[in-house]
């Protein structure tokens, strides 16, 4: 009984068949993945490489992307109760990480633009 129930996980885990109702879920990570995490890691690195500081922007696009997973994992129905649970522990303490981190950098944010842009990001 057991095996059975891993060997049914396995194959829902490694499944390449999407359902035709759950299209845009792929879609959505996908672009989550695509297109925010590396602009969220660029900002970082460029704020890090110049004074050290985080980025204030990436920190609300880190919310902002681990909000989004949040939202997606939720709606999708192909993962049951637990498998959506899971999933979601990493996300919602990435948010949390994400917002001490910015409750600190708040106070010590500052933009001068006129000098050097990279102080706005």
């Not at 009984?1 to 885990?13: G, K, P, W």
């Not at 899971?86 to 990435?94: A, D, E, H, Q």
Request: charged share 20%; aromatic share 10%; proline share 3%.
């Amino acid at each position: 009984m057991v095996e059975e129930h891993r060997i049914q996980v396995l194959h829902h885990m490694s499944s390449d068949v999407e359902d035709d109702t759950n299209i845009i879920i792929p879609r959505v990570v996908v672009f989550l993945n695509i297109f925010f995490r590396p602009i969220i890691g660029l900002l970082m690195a460029v704020r890090g490489m110049y004074d050290g500081k985080l980025s204030v922007a990436s920190l609300l696009l880190s919310i902002l992307y681990f909000t989004g997973f949040v939202v997606v994992i939720y709606v999708d129905e192909r993962f049951k109760k637990c498998e959506r649970r899971s999933r979601l522990v990493p996300k919602v303490f990435g948010i949390a990480v994400a917002t001490a981190q910015l409750s600190g950098a708040l106070p010590i944010y500052s933009c001068d633009a006129e000098n050097d842009w990279r102080t706005c990001i």
